[in-house]
């Protein structure tokens, strides 16, 4: 069994590991930066090492360093939140190689799904419904032929993107080259990588993503789906489980789809299969190899902690529960508050004068904010989740639209009006909303 976990990230989400590390009786250690020296989970660990400077690249994705820490606590693992290094196969190789426990799956599968294009291969060939594009790299002299091939409009996606950086849509033969290029710049500057590769373009299609667990030696589930489709800039911002679109029948379709495909895999720890729906059917995008943001709202409806799961299926433990055991209870949402002006979306770090979260049955807020609290400038602006879980969607939506007025925070600037905004707003109420809703809103609110 590990008896002590270090934390290898920042924020809300080391802080949501933590709580489950001392829950299960498991020892921890908190990383930070010279920035995060009084963040909360920094101050509520057993113990602290300060691994760097402000910058990420000196600190919490300098692996010499968190490795270092490691050695010098005596850490058996390391849960790695995500971002940062949490899809880093090499990071992985490296502290098992230390005999230290990365609690997430092998670098091998890390590997295999971090490549957009090996990812969309290894989807078809373990059955996993996938949108019609490219076989493989597009390069420009043959871009055209392989868009006639599949129709326009396109989408031209970095092999190794992420977050909307390196994509571009083309919808006629006119846009292509330039699209291409662009693409192409935009993915060489972001990773290091000027590979892109081609898919349909799905003009109103909602992002519907499938959380699964495994145990590594072919047992998974999947604990039903999540609708992230309000988004800006391929950025999500709300999200539902379950989804309004989606009735029984398909959820657990494709839910077994995906759970049969990582057992096939052999996959082990949590994992996401991520979709886009549209007219009835399920097109495959990419897969996400480590715990996400809105876990919580699975949490919320299945009962089942998502962090003690990883952590047990890394003990070797297994699953503690089947797929028959699963059961799906109520709706939850989750809205992300960013330290950002609501309007425009620019970061708004400085000092928090007044945090007050909301209460009450239902409602769970994952933050390391308190009052006093200066947020740093360096890093994602996200500061905290709030979760609602109601019996029915209704019930959810009215519970959020109380502990929305009841969430102050003061002394900075966070994208609370929005969700404000949203909560009043009547496609929301009918769940009528696809992934390019959110941008036409705030267009159309900004003129």
């Known amino acids: 069994m590990i008896s002590k976990i270090l934390i290898a990230n920042r924020g809300e989400i080391a802080l949501r590991v933590l709580r489950a590390c001392k829950e299960l009786g498991i020892a921890t250690v908190a990383v930070h930066s010279t920035a995060d020296a009084d963040a909360m989970h920094v101050r509520l660990a057993d113990e602290s090492v300060c691994i760097g400077p402000p910058p990420s690249r000196d600190s919490y994705l300098n692996i010499h360093q968190i490795v270092a820490a490691c050695e010098i606590t005596g850490a058996d693992a390391v849960h790695p939140g995500y971002g940062f290094l949490s899809e880093n196969a090499k990071f992985a190789e490296i502290l098992e190689a230390h005999d230290i426990t ?58 190794a993107g992420g977050g909307g950086r390196g994509m571009k849509v083309a919808r006629s033969e006119a846009d292509l080259e330039e699209a291409v290029a662009t693409a192409r710049t935009e993915a060489l500057a972001a990773f ?93 995008i990419e897969m996400n190899t480590r715990l996400q943001v809105e876990h919580p709202i699975t949490e919320a409806i299945t009962g089942i902690d998502l962090v003690h799961e990883q952590i047990r299926v890394a003990s070797g433990g297994g699953l503690s529960v089947q797929q028959e055991d699963i059961v799906f209870s109520g709706h939850a949402i989750e ?39 200066r947020i740093p400038p360096y890093y994602d602006s996200l500061i905290g989740k709030l979760i609602v879980h109601g019996r029915t969607r209704v019930e959810c939506m009215m519970r959020l639209r109380r502990v929305l007025d009841e969430f102050v925070i003061d002394g900075i600037k966070t994208t609370l009006p929005l969700f404000q905004d949203l909560i009043n707003n009547q496609d929301i109420a009918n769940g009528d909303y696809d992934i390019h809703w959110l941008e036409k809103h705030l267009a159309a609110t900004s003129e």
């Open 102 to 159: 990365f609690i997430g799956p092998t670098a091998e599968h890390i590997r295999i799904m971090g490549d957009k294009i090996t990812a969309k291969q290894t989807a078809q060939e373990l059955g996993i419904p996938v949108v019609p594009g490219s076989d493989g790299e597009v390069k420009p002299e043959n871009a055209l032929e392989v868009a006639r091939k599949i129709g326009f409009p396109v989408l031209i996606k970095a092999t």
């Open 192 to 284: 290091g990588n000027d590979a892109v590769y081609m898919e349909k373009y799905l003009s109103k299609p909602r992002h519907i993503e499938i959380q699964i667990v495994g145990d590594g030696a072919g047992n998974a589930v999947h604990l039903g789906e999540r609708d992230c489709s309000l988004q800006r800039r391929h950025q999500k911002v709300w999200e539902e489980a379950n989804s309004p679109a989606l009735n029984v029948d398909q959820r657990m379709k494709i839910g077994q789809i995906c759970a049969d495909a990582m057992k096939k895999l052999k996959y082990r720890g949590a994992g996401t299969v991520e979709f886009l729906y549209e007219n009835g059917e399920f097109y495959f």
């Open 335 to 373: 809205c992300r508050i960013n330290a950002e002006d609501p309007r425009t979306f620019v970061p708004s770090p400085g000092t928090i004068t007044h945090f007050h979260a909301p209460g009450g049955l239902g409602v769970r807020v994952d933050s390391g904010a308190y009052q006093g609290y």
